[in-house]
């Protein structure tokens, strides 16, 4: 079993920054994902990050602007962003699972989520 809890999140004007941390009870080996779900529509996947780091993934919508990134040593997974637009506005929820890194929320841990609301 793993728990995950998120943090970061909070109101900033459109064109800011934000970096969200997810602290994991344990990593083991785990690929790690952050997801999004605005009001109304569906969960969908932002990013992900291979155990060792060594590959990330990105949706279209935040390649350029968000990274993401992990410290194994503190099991702690992040997501930077920057340039958010008020489209970013969503509850944003860390996942963990092993093996690859999946765009789809087959995801065997989630974290309780951390809103975030980006104002025009």
């Known amino acids: 079993q793993v728990q995950l809890v998120e943090s970061g999140g909070g109101l900033v004007q459109a064109g800011g920054s934000l970096r969200l941390s997810c602290a994991a009870s344990?990593?083991?080996?785990?690929?790690m994902g952050w997801f999004r779900q605005a009001p109304g529509k569906e969960r969908e996947f932002v990013a992900g990050?291979?155990?060792?780091?060594?590959?990330?993934y990105y949706a279209d919508s935040a390649k350029g602007r968000f990274t993401i990134s992990r410290d194994n040593a503190k099991n702690t997974v992040y997501l930077q962003m920057n340039r958010l637009k008020p489209e970013d506005t969503a509850v944003y929820y860390c996942?963990?699972?092993?093996?690859?890194?999946?765009?789809?929320?087959?995801?065997?841990?989630w974290g309780q989520g951390t809103p975030v609301t980006v104002s025009s």
């Open positions: 996942a963990a699972r092993p093996g690859t890194v999946s765009v789809r929320d087959d995801y065997d841990y």
């Open positions: 344990t990593f083991r080996r785990y690929t």
């Open positions: 990050i291979s155990w060792s780091g060594g590959s990330t």
